[in-house]
């Protein structure tokens, strides 16, 4: 097999931090390669240099030159981590933005086109409203879309940098089954996420990175889990094992009946103080929709809607906030961050109040302390409260995200994709902090698209589907492949696995 | 992985692109006082410019306000045009006092930014749109007001005048009350909660608005608040000229705006700040008096801001234009015909 790319001994440097230190790699022809690290290793800032975003401090990066295969140019596609689309522009602009020139675009075979690529990963959605209000799910099917068009020939370079971590099981399913035919017919993918299952499912290769320097090259042949986060981590500390938990839930701290509104037709819902119940169920079942209409971020009608006993009919953030409510959201880019922001100004925006001094200002002092803590408790690597919150890695954004909300000691808590993007090591931390919340009197409410998360956290699992609740699992019957089967309204063929 | 030291602290605070204003005010004073040391260098051209810029300071300040939670203005320019006109008339037609004159005016420049904050974020209408059919209307007004003339007050309030006029210490009355607007400002802005939901608004309202920030009563409060600022800069602006003049006050919305989008690029690394503000403007002021005082033609006082502007902004984001740059190249392929990149 021939190698597509080459990057040889490439370095990048921020103010004050090697971010890549010499690395090294290279893509075969037909080869997927994973690559992996903690957060903030350096993997999302290999692809921007890939990308031409970042300019590279030192080293080379080659692409097969064109004499290799005949008039053939290698290419290279990208799915970023945050995305990179257009979010006034639709859908279907986005797809052919940077296709075609003069020539007047033919809308309906684009639009066909378009269907046809969304409709691999199921249900096809309107494409031609704003990406910004479709849900993160959908905008990454939108990505991987445009990455997976319009290919001249099939010898290209494709980087796809953690597809997968607002996407459904299925949907991921599909993806791989894409990306196998890709390279089956000849291109070079570099993958890169922090789910190993994916990785050791997908990949044929692994390389490892640790603050910036390769630390492993592997065949996947030769790995295995443990050895994988032996080789992130740097020591064989593996997952925590999941306590046995015999919460007993407290008294109502959200109850509401009749809820209906954005994808949702009816609900009740009732969440106890100390429970985390998780909310199940594929694109456009309204598991999207719940938390912000819970939170009032988008109007909704129910026919009764307490929060901590008392009724809360007339329903906004502010007030939601005023309340005892935290919403983290899963678009943490648009909805759940001010990117001009630093760190320690993010993490204190939704509650000033406590650190006003009695001439109104803010108490710099108690600001900062609050802020180092907060990035001491939650890993934020590198801890450093005054840099921009942009100029933080995927995974640590999520982390700064995770801390401004548990700040406020919620006694609902809202999650959305809690952990998306987050390494080993802080996923651990948050599932610690979202316990810890549960344990002091919080009522939670995790919304995800991943099954293993559900299970890990909850008690008990809502599958909505079609804006209604489907099933509730509990105890014996909550288990993975049930609560995948349930999300689609398959029977169960098997009995619980 | 630790804090920058403090020295890195203080190269990066002392840096050229994060305080390029004040190099430039050090440029500008050396090569007029070698050029003209005689016209220059004179305590009078110092106080006058003191004095005529706090009023530009004081409208660069009500366009500021606003701007941090994400509205544009541009009919500041107007709305201390129509306040101006309003002072006269007051005084000279509808013969009030001045102790009801002067509160009046403020709070009808206050209700014209409650107007224009109702209009953005009631009726949903883009904050430039909005500002550019209110500072039309607000023309239309004052030449109604006014009958496109010169309004005199003098035989009415001979007084009135000398609230603008009159030193103390040798510093007239407006550049005090500038500083204390600006202090004002500056503490709300930059030292309570209201000013970082105010900053967080004008970055991403939406996720402000998740975070429990009220952003349409943000950018209302800020747009009266300009308001009430616009109208007290209408007051000093007729005191001074002793007339109520139409075609001022439109004039001031150039250097105005000019002077926050440079001063944004000062001290805060890209954050609109009262103090960058105030800094650019007295430096532009500086150049422009230079000039003048030098014999150029006074079209080269726009020529100046204009140039100043472009120049000013255009560098602070040469740092960053290497991202923006890539966020184009991100979204479309990226080809390689040769080898490397
Ligand atoms: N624009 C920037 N300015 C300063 N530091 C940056 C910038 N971009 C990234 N960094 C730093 O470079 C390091 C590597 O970041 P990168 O985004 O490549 O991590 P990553 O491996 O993709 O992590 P994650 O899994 O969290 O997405 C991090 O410490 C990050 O804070
Ligand atoms: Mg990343």
Same mark, same amino acid.
């Given at each position: 097999m021939s190698t597509l790319l080459r990057i040889d001994s490439v370095v990048k440097t921020f103010p004050g931090l090697t971010?890549?230190?010499?690395v090294s790699l290279s893509v075969d022809s037909g080869e997927i390669l994973a690559v992996i690290g903690h957060n903030g290793s350096g993997k999302s800032t290999l692809v921007k240099i890939l990308a031409g975003v970042y300019l590279k401090d030192a080293g080379q990066v080659t692409l097969s030159s064109s004499a290799e295969h005949g008039e053939e140019v290698t290419e290279m596609h990208f799915i970023h981590q945050?995305?990179?689309?257009?979010?006034?522009?639709?859908a279907l602009e986005n797809l052919y933005l940077?296709?075609?020139?003069?020539a007047p675009n033919d809308v309906a075979a684009e639009r066909a086109r378009a269907r046809e690529l969304i409709g691999r990963f199921g249900n096809v959605f309107?494409?031609?409203?704003?990406?910004?209000?479709?849900s993160p799910g959908q905008r990454a099917i939108v990505a991987i879309a445009r990455a997976l068009d319009?290919?001249?020939?099939?010898?290209n370079v494709i980087v796809l940098d953690?597809?997968?971590?607002?996407?459904?099981k299925s949907e991921v399913d599909a993806l791989f089954q894409a990306v196998r035919q890709l390279a089956a017919d000849g291109a070079g993918v570099i993958f890169i996420s922090h789910r190993l299952d994916e990785v050791l499912e997908l990949a044929d290769r692994v390389a490892v990175l640790r603050d910036g320097v390769k630390v492993a090259d592997e065949?996947?042949?030769?790995?295995?889990h443990g050895r994988l986060v032996e080789l992130i981590t740097g020591s064989s500390e593996t997952e925590r094992a999941v306590a046995e938990r015999t919460v007993s839930a407290g008294a109502p701290m959200l109850a509401v009946t009749g809820l209906r509104g954005g994808g949702i037709e009816h609900l009740d819902l009732t969440l106890r103080a100390g429970e985390i119940v998780g909310i199940a169920g594929v694109l456009g079942s309204g598991r999207e929709a719940l938390p912000t209409l819970l939170f009032g971020a988008t109007p909704s009608l129910a026919d009764a809607f307490e929060l901590v006993g008392r009724p809360y009919d007339h329903r906004f953030p502010e007030e939601s906030i005023r309340r005892g409510m935290a919403y983290v959201p899963a678009d943490r880019v648009r909805?759940?961050?001010?990117?001009?922001?630093?760190a320690r100004e993010n993490m204190t925006l939704p509650e000033l109040r406590s650190l006003r001094t009695r001439t109104g200002s803010i108490n710099a002092a108690q600001e900062r302390e609050e802020a180092s803590r907060l990035i001491d408790e939650f890993q934020?690597?590198?801890?450093?409260?005054?840099?921009?919150?942009?100029?933080?890695?995927g995974g640590n954004q999520q982390k700064i995200m995770f801390a401004k909300w548990l700040r406020n000691k919620p006694s609902v808590l809202l999650l959305e994709?809690?952990?998306?993007?987050?390494d080993i090591g802080a996923k651990a931390a948050i599932y610690e902090a979202v316990e810890a919340a549960a344990a002091a009197g919080a009522a939670v409410l995790v919304c995800s698209s991943d099954a293993k998360e559900l299970l890990r956290l909850c008690q008990r699992v809502i599958v909505l589907r079609d804006g209604v609740q489907a099933e509730e699992l509990s105890g014996?019957?909550?288990t993975e492949h049930h609560l995948v089967l349930s999300g689609y309204g398959l029977k169960d063929m098997e009995g619980t696995a | 992985m630790t804090t920058p030291s403090t020295i890195g602290g203080l190269r990066q605070k002392l840096s050229f692109t994060n305080i390029s204003a004040i190099y430039i005010l050090i440029a500008v004073l050396v090569v007029f006082s070698l050029w003209i040391p005689n016209r220059f260098l004179q305590i009078g051209v110092w106080r006058s410019l003191l004095d005529a810029e706090s009023l530009t300071s004081l409208v660069a300040l009500s366009a500021l306000i606003p701007l941090v939670c994400g509205a544009l203005n541009l009919a500041i320019g107007t709305q201390v045009g129509f306040a101006a006109i309003l002072s006269a008339v007051f005084l000279a037609?509808?013969?009030?006092?001045i102790a009801i004159q002067f509160p009046l005016v403020i709070i009808i420049g206050a209700a014209i930014g409650l107007i224009i904050g109702l209009l953005i974020t009631?009726?949903?209408?883009?904050p430039i749109i909005a500002t550019l059919g209110m500072s039309s209307v607000l023309l239309a007004g004052m030449s109604w007001v006014s009958n496109s003339h010169q309004i005199l007050f003098a035989t009415d309030?001979?007084?009135? !005048?000398?609230?603008?006029?009159t030193p103390i210490f040798g510093i007239t009355i407006p550049v005090f009350i500038l500083i204390a607007v600006a202090l004002v400002t500056w503490f709300v802005m930059e030292r309570t909660p209201v000013g970082r939901r105010m900053y967080a608004a004008g970055y991403n309202p939406e996720s402000a608005r998740l975070a429990g920030v009220n952003v349409a009563r943000l950018q209302i409060g800020s747009l009266v608040a300009g308001g009430a600022i616009a109208g007290l800069a209408g007051l000093l602006l007729t005191s001074r000229l002793n007339a109520g003049d139409p !075609?001022?006050?439109?004039?001031?919305l150039l250097p105005a705006l000019t002077a926050v989008f440079l001063g944004s690029?000062?001290?805060?690394?890209g954050r609109f700040n009262v103090w960058g503000t105030i800094i650019s403007l007295y430096v532009l002021a500086v150049g422009i008096k230079g000039l003048q005082l030098a014999?150029?033609?006074?079209w080269v006082n726009d020529l100046f801001y204009g140039l100043a502007l472009l120049f000013a902004v255009g560098l602070s984001r040469w740092e960053r234009s290497g991202k923006r740059l890539g966020a184009v190249r991100r979204v479309t392929t990226f080809r390689s015909k040769s080898k490397g990149d």
């Amino acid at each position: 097999m021939s190698t597509l790319l080459r990057i040889d001994s490439v370095v990048k440097t921020f103010p004050g931090l090697t971010a890549l230190d010499k690395v090294s790699l290279s893509v075969d022809s037909g080869e997927i390669l994973a690559v992996i690290g903690h957060n903030g290793s350096g993997k999302s800032t290999l692809v921007k240099i890939l990308a031409g975003v970042y300019l590279k401090d030192a080293g080379q990066v080659t692409l097969s030159s064109s004499a290799e295969h005949g008039e053939e140019v290698t290419e290279m596609h990208f799915i970023h981590q945050d995305l990179a689309l257009i979010p006034e522009l639709t859908a279907l602009e986005n797809l052919y933005l940077a296709k075609g020139t003069l020539a007047p675009n033919d809308v309906a075979a684009e639009r066909a086109r378009a269907r046809e690529l969304i409709g691999r990963f199921g249900n096809v959605f309107n494409v031609d409203i704003p990406v910004k209000r479709l849900s993160p799910g959908q905008r990454a099917i939108v990505a991987i879309a445009r990455a997976l068009d319009g290919w001249e020939h099939p010898r290209n370079v494709i980087v796809l940098d953690e597809p997968t971590e607002s996407l459904h099981k299925s949907e991921v399913d599909a993806l791989f089954q894409a990306v196998r035919q890709l390279a089956a017919d000849g291109a070079g993918v570099i993958f890169i996420s922090h789910r190993l299952d994916e990785v050791l499912e997908l990949a044929d290769r692994v390389a490892v990175l640790r603050d910036g320097v390769k630390v492993a090259d592997e065949p996947t042949a030769s790995l295995d889990h443990g050895r994988l986060v032996e080789l992130i981590t740097g020591s064989s500390e593996t997952e925590r094992a999941v306590a046995e938990r015999t919460v007993s839930a407290g008294a109502p701290m959200l109850a509401v009946t009749g809820l209906r509104g954005g994808g949702i037709e009816h609900l009740d819902l009732t969440l106890r103080a100390g429970e985390i119940v998780g909310i199940a169920g594929v694109l456009g079942s309204g598991r999207e929709a719940l938390p912000t209409l819970l939170f009032g971020a988008t109007p909704s009608l129910a026919d009764a809607f307490e929060l901590v006993g008392r009724p809360y009919d007339h329903r906004f953030p502010e007030e939601s906030i005023r309340r005892g409510m935290a919403y983290v959201p899963a678009d943490r880019v648009r909805l759940g961050s001010v990117r001009e922001f630093t760190a320690r100004e993010n993490m204190t925006l939704p509650e000033l109040r406590s650190l006003r001094t009695r001439t109104g200002s803010i108490n710099a002092a108690q600001e900062r302390e609050e802020a180092s803590r907060l990035i001491d408790e939650f890993q934020v690597r590198p801890p450093r409260r005054e840099q921009r919150f942009g100029a933080f890695s995927g995974g640590n954004q999520q982390k700064i995200m995770f801390a401004k909300w548990l700040r406020n000691k919620p006694s609902v808590l809202l999650l959305e994709e809690p952990t998306q993007g987050v390494d080993i090591g802080a996923k651990a931390a948050i599932y610690e902090a979202v316990e810890a919340a549960a344990a002091a009197g919080a009522a939670v409410l995790v919304c995800s698209s991943d099954a293993k998360e559900l299970l890990r956290l909850c008690q008990r699992v809502i599958v909505l589907r079609d804006g209604v609740q489907a099933e509730e699992l509990s105890g014996e019957s909550l288990t993975e492949h049930h609560l995948v089967l349930s999300g689609y309204g398959l029977k169960d063929m098997e009995g619980t696995a | 992985m630790t804090t920058p030291s403090t020295i890195g602290g203080l190269r990066q605070k002392l840096s050229f692109t994060n305080i390029s204003a004040i190099y430039i005010l050090i440029a500008v004073l050396v090569v007029f006082s070698l050029w003209i040391p005689n016209r220059f260098l004179q305590i009078g051209v110092w106080r006058s410019l003191l004095d005529a810029e706090s009023l530009t300071s004081l409208v660069a300040l009500s366009a500021l306000i606003p701007l941090v939670c994400g509205a544009l203005n541009l009919a500041i320019g107007t709305q201390v045009g129509f306040a101006a006109i309003l002072s006269a008339v007051f005084l000279a037609n509808a013969k009030l006092p001045i102790a009801i004159q002067f509160p009046l005016v403020i709070i009808i420049g206050a209700a014209i930014g409650l107007i224009i904050g109702l209009l953005i974020t009631r009726v949903r209408i883009d904050p430039i749109i909005a500002t550019l059919g209110m500072s039309s209307v607000l023309l239309a007004g004052m030449s109604w007001v006014s009958n496109s003339h010169q309004i005199l007050f003098a035989t009415d309030q001979p007084d009135f !005048t000398k609230i603008a006029t009159t030193p103390i210490f040798g510093i007239t009355i407006p550049v005090f009350i500038l500083i204390a607007v600006a202090l004002v400002t500056w503490f709300v802005m930059e030292r309570t909660p209201v000013g970082r939901r105010m900053y967080a608004a004008g970055y991403n309202p939406e996720s402000a608005r998740l975070a429990g920030v009220n952003v349409a009563r943000l950018q209302i409060g800020s747009l009266v608040a300009g308001g009430a600022i616009a109208g007290l800069a209408g007051l000093l602006l007729t005191s001074r000229l002793n007339a109520g003049d139409p !075609t001022v006050g439109p004039s001031f919305l150039l250097p105005a705006l000019t002077a926050v989008f440079l001063g944004s690029t000062q001290f805060k690394g890209g954050r609109f700040n009262v103090w960058g503000t105030i800094i650019s403007l007295y430096v532009l002021a500086v150049g422009i008096k230079g000039l003048q005082l030098a014999g150029m033609p006074s079209w080269v006082n726009d020529l100046f801001y204009g140039l100043a502007l472009l120049f000013a902004v255009g560098l602070s984001r040469w740092e960053r234009s290497g991202k923006r740059l890539g966020a184009v190249r991100r979204v479309t392929t990226f080809r390689s015909k040769s080898k490397g990149d």
